[in-house]
C-alpha cells in the first residue's frame, strides 16, 4: 500500500497521481508500465515516486484496491429487486450490474483484468483473494440450488463454480470486443454503451445458457 507520505498529500496533487497511474496501467501491460513515464506525466521527481510507493507493483496494488472498492459501490447502488431465493435472477443481475461498472468505468475494468490474467507480482495474500475471486461464493449458491432442487444433483460444484467464475471474469471483455467498443466509446459514453437491445440479448443469451447446463431436468 502507499506509504503514509502519499495520503498526506493535498487531496488533488493526491487524485492527480493516481489519475497518471491509472491511465498508465490501464493503457499498458504491466511489464511494459514505466515509472519514469508516471512520473513524467505526474510532474513528480522519481525520487518523490519511492516516497509514495514502495516500488510499481506497490501502485498497481494501491489502483487494484481502488478498483474492488468502486466496483463494491456501483454494484452496492443498484437495487436488486425480486432476486432473492432465485439463482438465475440473482446471476442475470448480479452480470448486469458488473458488466455496467465495467462499460462505466473501463480503466478500472482494465486493472481488474490485468490483476487476473496478467503475471503481476502482487503480495500472497491479493493473489489468493484474486485467484479464489467470487468462486466460494457461486459454489455456495450451487450447492444450495442442488439441496432446494433447482440446480442439477449430478453437478459438480466446484466445476460450476469455475465456469461461473470464468463467464463473469470475461463477459464484459467479450461484449466489448463483439460490439467493437473503443476505450474512447467507453468514456464517452460510459453505462450507455451497454443499455442497447442487443447488449441486454447477450446478457438473456448467457444466463439462458447456464440455466440450461445447470438446471435441475
Request: aromatic residues 12%.
Given at each position: 500500500?502507499?506509504?503514509?507520505?502519499?495520503?498526506?498529500?493535498?487531496s488533488?496533487?493526491?487524485?492527480?497521481?493516481?489519475?497518471v497511474?491509472?491511465?498508465?496501467?490501464?493503457?499498458?501491460?504491466?511489464?511494459?508500465?514505466?515509472?519514469?513515464?508516471?512520473?513524467?506525466k505526474?510532474?513528480?521527481?522519481?525520487?518523490?515516486?519511492?516516497?509514495?510507493?514502495?516500488?510499481?507493483?506497490?501502485?498497481?496494488?494501491?489502483?487494484?484496491?481502488?478498483?474492488?472498492?468502486?466496483?463494491?459501490?456501483?454494484?452496492?447502488?443498484?437495487?436488486?429487486?425480486?432476486?432473492?431465493?432465485?439463482l438465475?435472477?440473482?446471476?442475470?443481475?448480479?452480470?448486469?450490474?458488473?458488466?455496467?461498472?465495467?462499460f462505466?468505468?473501463?480503466?478500472?475494468?482494465?486493472?481488474?483484468?490485468?490483476?487476473?490474467?496478467?503475471d503481476?507480482?502482487?503480495?500472497?495474500?491479493?493473489?489468493?483473494?484474486?485467484?479464489?475471486?467470487s468462486?466460494?461464493?457461486?459454489?455456495?449458491?450451487?450447492?444450495?440450488?442442488?439441496?432446494s432442487?433447482?440446480?442439477?444433483?449430478?453437478?459438480?460444484?466446484?466445476?460450476?463454480?469455475?465456469?461461473?467464475?470464468?463467464?463473469?471474469?470475461n463477459?464484459?471483455?467479450?461484449?466489448?470486443?463483439?460490439?467493437?467498443?473503443s476505450?474512447?466509446?467507453?468514456l464517452?459514453?460510459g453505462?450507455?454503451?451497454?443499455?442497447?437491445?442487443?447488449?441486454q440479448?447477450?446478457?438473456?443469451?448467457?444466463?439462458n445458457?447456464?440455466?440450461?447446463?445447470f438446471?435441475?431436468?
Amino acid at each position: 500500500m502507499p506509504k503514509d507520505t502519499f495520503f498526506n498529500l493535498a487531496s488533488d496533487k493526491r487524485e492527480a497521481i493516481t489519475n497518471v497511474l491509472l491511465e498508465e496501467f490501464a493503457h499498458n501491460e504491466y511489464k511494459l508500465a514505466s515509472v519514469s513515464a508516471i512520473v513524467k506525466k505526474a510532474g513528480i521527481a522519481k525520487g518523490s515516486f519511492y516516497q509514495y510507493f514502495e516500488d510499481k507493483a506497490d501502485a498497481f496494488l494501491y489502483l487494484f484496491q481502488l478498483a474492488m472498492q468502486e466496483k463494491m459501490e456501483f454494484m452496492n447502488s443498484i437495487p436488486a429487486d425480486n432476486v432473492q431465493g432465485d439463482l438465475f435472477a440473482n446471476l442475470r443481475w448480479m452480470m448486469e450490474a458488473g458488466t455496467s461498472f465495467e462499460f462505466s468505468n473501463p480503466n478500472y475494468a482494465q486493472i481488474g483484468y490485468r490483476a487476473v490474467f496478467e503475471d503481476i507480482p502482487l503480495p500472497a495474500e491479493t493473489k489468493a483473494l484474486i485467484e479464489e475471486g467470487s468462486r466460494g461464493y457461486f459454489k455456495e449458491q450451487l450447492i444450495q440450488g442442488i439441496s432446494s432442487g433447482e440446480i442439477d444433483p449430478n453437478l459438480d460444484a466446484d466445476l460450476g463454480a469455475f465456469i461461473l467464475e470464468s463467464t463473469f471474469n470475461n463477459i464484459g471483455k467479450h461484449l466489448m470486443g463483439h460490439f467493437s467498443f473503443s476505450p474512447t466509446d467507453l468514456l464517452e459514453q460510459g453505462a450507455a454503451a451497454f443499455a442497447s437491445a442487443e447488449m441486454q440479448s447477450a446478457l438473456d443469451q448467457t444466463i439462458n445458457i447456464l440455466e440450461h447446463g445447470f438446471k435441475a431436468k
